[in-house]
């Protein structure tokens, strides 16, 4: 109780004296030896309870931002998601590029006049089983019997054609036929034909013919280049099938095309007078081993294709 006092007392003094020096501070103009006496005194005082104070004023202080943090932290998360959409996009469209470039470069190489087309549907119509409908028509000079090439090689041909849209007869559809011929030689001619959900074959005419496993096709040109131009790729044999006795052989193609995915595509509007032989055809596949069973990639399309380097 005693000490309680004390304290008090001695508060009441410093109060007194502190109030004191002020005055006398105050007349004297500011300046002078006081207020530095004043400041050593008390400014270790004031300085500590800034230190205590400042801190809970700081906290109060930013709870009036919370809500513009917030709003700053919602917009940037909307514009991550923005460019999240624009990266999405960007890539469908390398996508798109990628596929025109090969396309041009097939094309350039064989000298083939192109109307380049986009599949905008995929389906069965007109009674076939395997067709897509393509964004040009009668207006963009495209006819009936037209070749459609995509950067790995045969797509399939016009089937009929409307003012702005065409449908194209898909290479896989089991009523798909078209001339070809083994790479090498103007002799081993025969046709390929869709086998829808079954395999692509190949059918060599002749006796004296033969083929292996690895060897590539190409497309043997239609009178009048209508419907299906020469040299385009088509695939190559992934197993030969035994027919004893026939005057023909028969073999199973894996197609360049990945016609479950065809994207954009030419209808060839003209070609040159002549193209060169098997200058369109992408590196030759391994063969297997054994001419009976099928190649490493048997199970793959056009994977095999050479991929362009760029525009011609």
Request: a positive charge.
């Amino acid at each position: 109780m005693r000490d309680n006092r004390r304290a008090r007392l001695i508060l009441a003094m410093l109060l007194l004296t502190a109030f004191t020096l002020i005055t006398l501070d105050y007349r004297s103009g500011g300046g002078g030896p006081l207020r530095s006496i004043g400041n050593a005194v008390f400014g270790p005082v004031e300085r500590a309870a800034n230190a205590v104070a400042h801190p809970i004023g700081s906290f109060f202080s930013s709870l009036g931002h919370l809500s513009s943090y917030k709003s700053e932290n919602d917009r940037l998360k909307a514009q991550n998601q923005r460019l999240l959409q624009q990266l999405h996009l960007t890539n469908a469209d390398k996508a798109h590029l990628a596929a025109a470039d090969k396309l041009l470069n097939l094309a350039g190489r064989a000298q083939f006049r192109i109307v380049a087309a986009r599949v905008v549907a995929n389906g069965s119509s007109l009674g076939f089983e395997s067709t897509a409908t393509i964004d040009v028509g009668s207006q963009d000079g495209i006819k009936r019997n037209q070749t459609v090439i995509d950067g790995d090689g045969l797509v399939g041909k016009t089937l009929s054609v409307g003012p702005t849209t065409s449908t194209i007869l898909l290479g896989n559809d089991p009523d798909f036929t078209a001339g070809a011929r083994l790479e090498g030689s103007g002799q081993h001619v025969g046709h390929v034909d869709g086998g829808g959900r079954n395999p692509m074959t190949f059918t060599l005419l002749g006796t004296q013919a033969t083929m292996k496993v690895g060897d590539q096709l190409v497309t043997y040109a239609s009178i009048g280049d209508r419907p299906f131009v020469p040299e385009v790729p088509i695939g190559h044999i992934v197993r030969v099938q035994p027919t004893p006795g026939q005057l023909f052989s028969s073999g199973i193609v894996a197609p360049y095309v990945d016609f479950g995915s065809i994207d954009i595509v030419g209808v060839v509007v003209g070609t040159p007078r002549t193209v060169k032989r098997d200058s369109l055809l992408p590196p030759s596949p391994t063969p297997s081993p054994s001419a009976g069973s099928p190649s490493p990639s048997a199970s793959s399309s056009p994977s095999g294709s050479p991929s362009p380097t760029g525009s011609p």
